[in-house]
């Protein structure tokens, strides 16, 4: 393993502890996503096996629509905090005085994130679609489960977290209060799930075509902005409150 | 020897306000050197500086053999590690843990080895399963400063290291610091404590905004204060121009207490002579004493602290005088 590749574990290990020891974080990224099962599950379990075709599809729609916003809100919850935090707590000073690198910074912050995010993100769309398919009347089963959006959610769903990590780390290394980066965070996540929802809504007409090129086009600005927040990160304006002038990160 | 530190004409703007100003100086290898002034002097934005954290408006700098530019900031990180006045531990990680994140990212080798020996040398080897939440105040300044002690480097920036400790916890820092000296690290301390600075330093600078003065303690005591003999007599003599005019080696004398200048007057009388080489002068003094009868209490050297000479150059400065 080279020494990049390292660094960037250390962070990523370093980050995971800290998340399994604060209450507030599992607590966070527990609630919201059962939240997001309940509330889908429920109503697709209540449709019952008389309803219209028409019922059915919008409610499958929107019931398939929810588990998206598991992979938008818990990373904005974790990336807001991630760069302010260690500024409020004092230890990113010492971090930036280490031969780590903004890039391997970033990205073991994000990896961070994404392995928890996705995977409980993918936990609750198994669960529900496991329920739907066995829990629900023949008829909602077989509507969800051939409904388009459902290999479209596996897709994006790693799409639409790494968005909201890199929006939520490049406000955290701009923002001057906890609090005020996690509400603009939630805000700069909303673009692309807006999208979707216009998607899944029918009211734009989705296609495969639409959604490749959409997934392309997230897929890109995922893998390009460790590059992009590193530049927003300003190690002097984070350490003395001032921009930088040249030397710093 | 070799310097550890260069620095010419280091100067750091924020905003149009001059945090420090054309400072220059060196720091030899293995030395200790202290870095003093008042709270916001500028001492902290010099370590930032010199710790690649934050880019200087003008000037230059040489840390470990190495120039300091944006290309080589991370070869000085490398050989440099920097003790901010917060300790800057993870609350929620174990001692052991915050020590292992910070060699990873040095990507030392024998990890367990190094941190092993960190923690022993501050004392803190049957703690390191303690989380950093929970360690008082002193034990994290420890923890902190092995932390600093992990990549073995060349030269440690300790910025007020024993701000806002308890007189026990703060002995121990400073004689943790101390046995750094005996490994022959160069350290770099900022403080405005001037017992500390006094007791551990090779060499300090004063500086506020810009540097005042730079040498050993000594030199700047003599550099700024003349000899004296402070000269206590058991009564007021009656007429002490006839015994200390004249006198080889004293320059000028005078009368420190009431007492003294009142030939009438009750009580021990303390003078103050102003003397070329006071182990040469005393002896002189003590006759010509004897000689007209005077009842000699005590005749010794009059010292001056560091905080003299702190307090000193800090008034020259703030009424605008020059520096020294």
């Known amino acids: 393993m080279n020494e990049s590749a390292s660094r960037i574990g250390a962070v990523v290990r370093k980050e995971l502890t800290e998340f399994r020891r604060n209450r507030f974080i599992i607590v966070t990224t527990a609630i919201v996503p059962l939240v997001f099962l309940i509330s889908p599950t429920a109503s697709i379990l209540a449709i019952k096996a008389t309803a219209s075709s028409a019922v059915l599809t919008r409610r499958v729609d929107t019931s398939l629509f929810f588990p998206l916003l598991i992979p938008v809100v818990v990373p904005t919850i974790l990336s807001a905090f991630s760069v302010i935090g260690e500024r409020e707590q004092g230890t990113l000073e010492p971090v930036l005085t280490t031969p780590v690198s903004t890039v391997e910074l970033l990205a073991g912050k994000a990896a961070a994130i994404f392995l928890p995010a996705v995977s409980v993100a993918y936990l609750i769309f198994g669960i529900f679609v496991a329920i739907v398919r066995f829990g629900a009347t023949a008829a909602v089963g077989t509507a969800a489960w051939n409904a388009p959006q459902l290999p479209a959610e596996v897709i994006f769903i790693p799409l639409l977290a790494g968005w909201s990590i890199w929006v939520g780390l490049a406000i955290s290394a701009r923002a001057s209060d906890t609090r005020v980066a996690q509400q603009l965070s939630l805000l700069g996540s909303l673009p692309p799930l807006a999208l979707i929802a216009l998607l899944s809504f029918n009211v734009i007409t989705p296609s495969l075509g639409l959604a490749a090129v959409f997934a392309a086009v997230l897929l890109v600005i995922d893998c390009a902005a460790c590059f992009v927040v590193a530049q927003l990160f300003n190690g002097e304006r984070l350490i003395t409150g001032h921009k930088a002038t040249g030397l710093a990160r | ?324």
């Not at chain 2, 420090?20 to 290898?29: E, H, L, W």
């Not at chain 2, 293995?30 to 000037?59: C, D, M, Q, S």
């Not at chain 2, 609350?91 to 994140?101: C, G, I, K, S």
């Not at chain 2, 010292?303 to 005088?321: A, F, M, S, W």
């Open chain 2, 1 to 324: 020897m070799s310097a550890a530190i260069e620095v010419s004409h280091l100067t750091k703007q924020f905003a149009g306000r001059t945090a420090v100003s054309d400072v220059s100086f060196s720091v030899a290898s293995g030395e200790v050197f202290g870095f003093l002034g008042p709270n916001g002097a500028g001492k902290t934005t010099t370590v930032r500086i010199l710790g690649t954290l934050i880019a200087p408006t003008a000037g230059s700098a040489l840390i470990a053999g190495i120039p300091l530019t944006r290309a080589t900031a991370g070869q000085i990180r490398q050989r440099i590690s920097i003790m901010p006045e917060a300790p800057g531990l993870y609350q929620r990680l174990t001692v052991a843990e915050n020590l292992e994140f910070f060699a990873r990212l040095y990507g030392l080798p024998q990890r367990q080895a190094r941190i092993g020996e960190a923690l022993a040398a501050v004392g803190l080897a049957d703690r390191a399963s303690d989380p950093c939440g929970s360690l008082s105040k002193g034990l994290r300044q420890r923890a902190a400063l092995a932390r600093t002690l992990l990549n073995d480097p060349a030269v440690m920036f300790l910025d007020e290291p024993t701000s806002g400790l308890d007189p026990a916890a703060a002995h121990e820092v400073l004689g943790l610091i101390g046995a750094l000296r005996d490994r022959g690290v160069t350290v770099f301390l900022t403080t405005h404590r001037l017992d500390e600075a006094q007791r551990l330093c090779d060499r300090v600078a004063i500086m506020n905004t810009s540097l005042l003065s730079i040498g050993r303690p000594d030199e700047l005591r003599h550099a700024l204060f003349s000899r004296s003999l402070a000269v206590t007599i058991a009564a007021p003599l009656a007429k002490p121009g006839e015994i200390f005019d004249g006198l080889p080696g004293v320059e000028s004398w005078q009368a420190v207490n009431p007492a003294a200048s009142d030939p009438a007057g009750a009580g021990p009388a303390d003078y103050l002579l102003t003397v070329a080489d006071p182990a040469r002068v005393a002896p002189v003094v003590t006759r010509a004493l004897v000689h007209a009868d005077a009842d000699v209490v005590s005749i010794t050297e009059s010292r001056h602290t560091l905080e003299d000479v702190y307090l000193q150059l800090i008034d020259d400065k703030n009424k605008g005088g020059q520096p020294r």
